[in-house]
């Protein structure tokens, strides 16, 4: 009988040859329990998904309640579903008054896809800004805003007229012009690092866009539903965007993304051509009842607010001489430790100790830590200290063999 980690590496299309290949067998809260019942705390929420905890009750009983009416009953946007107006109008109340459109997807990478081609409907223009150092998805078009020449190069031809500034360099602003259909900015760099624009940058982007009458993309993907200790990252800076979007956390573990716009930009694909975007599954009834569950949770569990207290509990914890530099927000934190040797070092030893973080897509010699934002100050603790005996382990272990 083959195990479940052959058939695993037999069948399950790999991505790269070391799968990180921990076998769960539940969840629930902070923690992760595998198949000896050895328990972990998620110091990364399943890559800034599980904002709520894993199978958060009340996310868990609004899946069971809306499974027993009704799952699929029919492509996106013909019948009227509760569960998708419900949240569309909880997410129209969340956001500045004009974005009060939403677009359900299935996925952060197709709310990208949507947005960018809402701007380039809207507009009538074609060309695309980014930034360095940038993630938006895996897909064609949300692959070309990738602001990444080595994850990129090798599926070229992508999409033409994409531009890719440096992050919060001003100067570089002038470069937005009236070709420009949108500009494309997270409101902090998810796999950069955790790299936080100043708000003064972030101001001047959205004064250069109005004056050049580009369309302002905030992605919220990885920063929204609570995790910046705000309810979206953009709140921050003052700034209203004319698309922003979500998802990863705003399903609570199931799938669901969302761009959202004003009803008139979103106009645009009602004509030339009708039925601009479509999608068969954007918006699932149950994925969006599962999501109205989790705004329910991070409102009345006041999470969003609770961010700061658990930040500065972190960034208290967080001293040890190997540790570079801390960056981020809220309960988005980055920890420089110099060198990808180091940081895997550390990140191998927490795991074996029942811990688990990670590195970034772009950032391999900084580690990941992104509770959920349900994390108590005691399971932050507990956790922290393996992260930090972890960093201290490596520490001497670099100092002996020098
Ligand atoms: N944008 C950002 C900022 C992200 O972090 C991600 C996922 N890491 C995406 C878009 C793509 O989301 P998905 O993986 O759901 O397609």
Partial sequence: MPTQRQLFLKHLAQTSDFPLGLEIERAEGVYMYDVQGKRYADLISGIGVSNVGHRHPRVVAAIHEQVDKYMHLMVYGEYIQSPQVRLASLLAGLMPAALNNVYLTNSGTEAVEGALKLAKRHTGRTELITFKDTYHGSTHGALSVMGNEHFKNAFRPLLPDVQILNYNVTAELARISERTAAVIVES???????????????????????????????????????????????????????????????????????????????????????????????????????????????????????????????????????????????????????????????????????????????????????????????????????????????????????
């Fill in 188 to 402: 902090v760099q998810g796999e950069a690092g955790y790299q936080t624009p100043c708000t003064p940058w972030m101001q001047a982007l959205r004064a250069r866009c109005t004056e050049v009458g580009a369309l302002l993309i905030v992605d919220e993907i990885q920063t929204g539903m609570g995790r910046t200790g705000k309810m979206f990252g953009f709140e921050h800076y003052g700034i209203q965007p004319d698309i922003v979007t979500l998802a990863k956390g705003l399903g609570g573990g199931l799938p669901i993304g969302a761009f959202v716009a004003s009803a008139t930009i979103m106009g645009a694909f009602k004509t030339d051509p009708i039925l601009g975007h479509i999608t068969t599954f954007g918006g699932n009834p149950v994925c969006a009842a599962a999501a109205c569950a989790v705004i329910e949770v991070l409102l009345k569990e006041k999470l969003t607010e609770q961010v700061a207290a658990k930040n500065a509990l972190m960034l208290q914890l967080l001293q040890h001489p190997a540790i570079v530099r801390v960056t981020g927000k809220g309960l988005m934190l980055a920890v420089d430790l110099g060198s990808f040797a180091f940081n895997k070092a550390v990140i191998d030893r927490c795991l074996e100790h029942g811990v688990i973080t990670d590195w970034f897509l772009f950032n391999d010699r900084s580690l990941r830590l992104a509770p959920p934002l349900t994390i108590t100050s005691e399971e932050l603790r507990s956790a922290l200290q393996v992260v930090l005996e972890s960093i201290e382990a490596v520490y001497q272990a670099q100092k002996q063999s020098k």
